[in-house]
């Protein structure tokens, strides 16, 4: 039998299996770390656009803020101003309403009372005068009473100074009124 050696073969079959697990090993490790940073390269860029998206958000979220403050600035000024639009209509229907007092002044006097002054304070009218008697008075109460221009006359007092002249100075406070719309349109 002829004597083969295959030792040298196996040798270099080894070599070049070693060889090629080298560069099998070299080259899997460079694509694992082209892939490793290419993954690490699509995170950051995720990372960095949803870090300028959250950005935005906040300078919208801080330009939101402001305008909500305007615009409670601008609720508080509205309704100041409605609240003073009240009051100028509320003083613009009781313009007529000092004439119509007037009126209704003079035509609840009866004879026997002189009125010496007239006082207004918010929306109540104390009235100062003198009268001939107390009876006088009472018909004056019941006038203001039945008035729809003055309302719950309040006799504050009624005082006799001269006995023989028989005059009594009285103060009566009445509350004004406006009839109702119904009966002034009417």
Do not use: C
């Not at 270099?12 to 697990?21: D, N, S, V």
């Not at 309403?97 to 304070?121: A, M, N």
């Not at 009235?127 to 008035?147: H, Q, T």
């Not at 006359?153 to 006799?160: D, K, S």
């Amino acid at each position: 039998m002829a004597h083969i050696n295959l030792l040298p073969w196996r040798e270099e079959l080894r070599a070049q299996q070693t060889k090629e697990f080298s560069q099998s090993a070299i080259i899997s490790a460079l694509f694992g770390a082209t892939v490793f940073f290419l993954i690490y390269t699509q995170m950051n860029g995720i990372l960095e656009n949803q870090k300028r998206r959250n950005n935005v958000l906040k300078t919208e979220i801080s330009k939101l803020d402001t305008e909500l403050k305007e615009i409670k600035d601008l609720e508080t000024t509205k309704s100041k101003l409605l609240a003073r639009m009240d009051i100028i209509q509320s003083l613009q229907q009781k313009r007529p309403q000092v004439v119509h007092i007037f009126d209704e002044i003079v035509r609840t006097v009866p004879d026997g009372i002189t009125l010496i002054s007239l006082q207004q304070k918010s929306d109540e009218l104390i009235i100062k005068g003198l009268a001939e008697s107390n009876g006088r008075v009472s018909a004056y109460m019941r006038n203001i009473d039945a008035s729809e221009w003055m309302a719950n006359p309040r006799l504050e007092y009624i005082e006799t100074k001269n006995k023989s002249f028989r005059n009594a100075e009285f103060v009566i406070k009445v509350k004004q009124s406006a009839p109702d719309k119904k009966t002034g349109e009417n």
